[in-house]
């Protein structure tokens, strides 16, 4: 069995056929080296390049595509082999897969993909036919620049060089998963900290830090998968945010964007498509369980309220005072008056005043 590839020596560009060839071969080693090789199924299926083939136990054929799908071939009486079941994605903003393997007892899928994504589907049917995705845990794929937890203790935030701003929470008794990636920069973040359960500020190597607050469709799901019910000030006329192409600012989606309701979600099918006034990817959804690598790429982002604009060079670290009313930010210096320390209203986002002491860097404020 091999996924067929080719080079085309006139280009010199290598170009990797979507279809897998599975084959008889026999092979006799005495006097001569001799190879009998005949062409048994062509098996037609992916749209794009075929990253991997596994057998199963059971005798199934389980392949990865590029396509961003998974397909389980299965051979009938007659010797056919045919699509058995197709999981996976179609569209989103997911890049494809690298590769996949079932468990042991062919009860789970599990692939892999860009940026260290795992995503993984249950058998729903004992013939194999229906299958659910479910939580993986994961978690960036960079170093990690800050953390900070949200005042309750309901989640953890934590900012790294992977350009994103992620949320864990504890469901239950099952273990710490992301429940949100509530920012996808184009910038490496250096610091993040929460100003209460329902926003934070956020720096990155740009000049401006940026304000976030929470839609509503995060406050209650926070709610249902760890049961953690959250003081709220989020913006209840907010479902979520997108970014816009060529974009460094989340946009937020209200609810007269969108005209239906929010439809039961498990975090296991796919999203159903809402019609929205402009071209985003965006659906609101009700998790009841940690959302899969497709719901947090797409659903999961927090609106950007606010930008405070002060600092010279690049925000090293920002810190929120304990009741959360006060700001403190700095950046890279190699000066006194850049390394002031500016204090911001959280409230009103205006400079309060600038401590100005050190001389380089401040490489820290609590």
């Known amino acids: 069995m091999i996924a067929d590839k080719r080079i085309h020596e006139n280009t010199k560009s290598r170009m990797i ?12 080693f005495k006097h001569f080296h001799l190879c009998s090789v005949r062409v048994e199924n062509i098996l ?22 590029m396509d961003k799908t998974l397909i389980l071939w299965s051979k009938d009486a007659d010797g056919l082999w045919s699509e058995h079941a197709h999981v996976g994605e179609v569209g989103g903003n997911n890049m494809g897969l690298f590769g996949a393997f079932p468990t042991s ?35 960036h794929f960079a170093s990690v620049k800050d953390i900070s937890w949200s005042p309750s203790g309901a989640y953890l935030v934590s900012a790294s060089l ?38 934070y500020v956020s720096g990155s190597e740009e000049k401006v830090l940026r304000a976030f607050q929470a839609p509503t469709t995060f406050v209650e799901n926070v709610k249902r998968i760890t049961g953690r019910d959250l003081t709220s000030d989020a913006q209840y006329d907010v479902l979520g945010a997108h970014i816009p192409a060529l974009g460094l600012s989340n946009k937020a989606i209200s609810s007269a964007d969108m005209n239906q309701a929010p439809a039961e979600h498990t975090g296991t099918a796919t999203v159903k498509d809402y019609e929205v006034p402009y071209q985003v990817s965006f659906a609101p959804v009700a998790l009841n369980q940690p959302p899969v690598e497709e719901i947090l790429l797409q659903n999961t982002l927090w609106p950007e309220v606010h930008k405070l604009y002060g600092h010279g060079y690049e925000v090293y670290q920002c810190a929120a005072s304990p009741d959360g009313a006060i700001i403190a930010t700095c950046c890279k210096a190699t000066k006194q008056q850049f390394a002031a320390i500016i204090l911001w209203s959280s409230g009103t986002f205006e400079k ?3 401590l100005v002491h050190h001389n380089l860097t401040v490489t820290r404020v609590r």
Request: aromatic share 8%; with cysteine; proline share 2%.
């Open 17 to 28: 056929s979507c279809t897998l060839q599975l084959m008889d071969m026999t092979v006799l």
């Open 44 to 65: 037609l299926g992916h749209e794009n390049w075929v990253t991997s083939v596994r057998w199963l136990s059971n005798g199934m054929i389980l392949s990865s595509s």
């Open 105 to 139: 007892d062919n009860t789970m899928l599990i692939s892999h993909s860009f940026q260290g994504a795992f995503q993984g589907w249950h058998r729903a049917e004992e013939d194999m036919k229906a299958w659910q995705g479910c939580p993986m845990p994961g978690g």
């Open 162 to 199: 992977d350009q994103t701003v992620r949320m864990v929470g504890e469901w239950g008794e099952k273990g710490w998963y992301e429940i949100a990636r509530s920012q996808v920069h184009g910038h490496d973040m250096s610091c993040v900290d929460t100003i209460t359960d329902t926003s």
């Open 352 to 354: 309060l005043t600038e």
